[in-house]
């Protein structure tokens, strides 16, 4: 049983990563239903939260369907981080998570998210001042390292370890590389067959299939995986690895009615906790990938991402069920 402080997460848990813009209640719900066992707020600003930003605040919303989940923030200012980890603790997540992977340039030229691996000793003593601040459990994510010249994420895991979190997510890519290249998981796996290091250890970065999630599994000996843009219109991804691995076969992928289904849904719950206007906008990034693959699709996809009318939205998604009956429809 894999536990981060006293939650249990199950023998291999699977994990939600924080996707800016991506991962929010809508879309969470989705994963959730699909079987994943943790999931994560999209990173919040703690200087949007300690100056009450609406943007900031709103990313606090979490919902008693979606437990356990982690509220996630980045920041460079000790005294700032402080008080944001107060403002979360309020919303009571089951843990508190700090982004030191964010590899953007308007996150890391301020020294926020990866911009922090240029100064592990900031890193460790910012991390130590939310554990001792805070009584959630914390948990970290991040990276090999800011470069190829300075990947210390051996010596960083000990050091976070030593100053009290209870979990570490490693992305096996350097904040140079973006998310360009193949991710190097040998770090991550050198990390847990390191004596010292008692904490559980997620591995993250271009699980894409069950077959990668079994490889990477078993070489390298993690505690569990947290799966990020592979899920992105695709959260059945959760489900097909834990029966893959508890059956060894490979399940087909969604139906048309399950595709349509989805985008309905997470259509619905968009509109329903932002509004009509921002919900129906913020959902068009979703469609490409809800339906990637149908044939001579592009004539919906445009209707979709074009249209304000949620009336005509769900006729649309409605249309498309009948027209693809019968078609293939897996991702």
Not at 92 to 97: A, I, N, Q, V
Not at 132 to 145: A, C, I
Not at 200 to 220: H, M, Q, W
Request: contains cysteine; hydrophobic residues 40%; charged residues 30%.
């Amino acid at each position: 049983m894999v536990k981060i402080a006293d939650i249990e997460l199950g023998e291999f848990p699977l994990l939600l990563a924080p996707m800016e813009d991506v991962s929010d209640p809508p879309f969470r719900a989705l994963c959730k239903e699909a079987a994943c066992d943790m999931m994560y707020t999209e990173f919040i600003s703690v200087e949007g939260l300690i100056r009450d930003a609406d943007k900031s605040v709103a990313k606090l919303d979490i919902f008693d369907y979606e437990r356990p989940v982690g509220i996630q923030i980045f920041g460079a200012n000790l005294d700032s981080m402080v008080m944001a980890a107060d403002i979360v603790e309020e919303a009571k997540p089951e843990l508190l998570d700090i982004n030191f992977g964010c590899p953007v340039k308007k996150v890391t030229c301020k020294g926020a998210g990866a911009g922090i691996l240029q100064d592990i000793p900031k890193m460790v003593a910012l991390t130590k001042a939310i554990v001792d601040r805070t009584n959630l459990p914390v948990t970290v994510k991040t990276r090999l390292g800011w470069d190829n010249k300075t990947q210390y994420i051996e010596e960083v895991a000990e050091r976070l370890q030593d100053v009290g979190i209870k979990a570490l997510s490693i992305h096996g890519r350097t904040r140079q590389q973006m998310y360009k290249g193949e991710a190097d998981w040998s770090l991550i796996g050198a990390i847990k067959d390191n004596p010292r290091i008692t904490i559980p250890i997620f591995g993250n970065g271009d699980i894409t299939d069950p077959l990668k999630a079994e490889e990477y599994r078993n070489r390298y000996g993690v505690d569990g995986i947290m799966i990020g843009r592979a899920a992105i219109g695709n959260p059945w991804i959760f489900r097909e690895i834990k029966h893959y691995f508890e059956t060894g076969e490979i399940l087909p992928g969604p139906t048309l009615d399950e595709r349509v289904d989805a985008a309905a849904s997470h259509l619905r719950r968009s509109i329903d906790w932002k509004g009509a206007k921002l919900g129906i906008l913020e959902m068009r990034r979703h469609y490409t990938n809800y339906f990637r693959g149908l044939p001579n699709v592009k004539h919906y996809r445009q209707k979709l991402v074009q249209e304000y009318d949620t009336d005509v939205l769900f006729a649309t998604l409605e249309e498309m069920r009948d027209v693809y009956a019968g078609v293939p429809a897996h991702v």
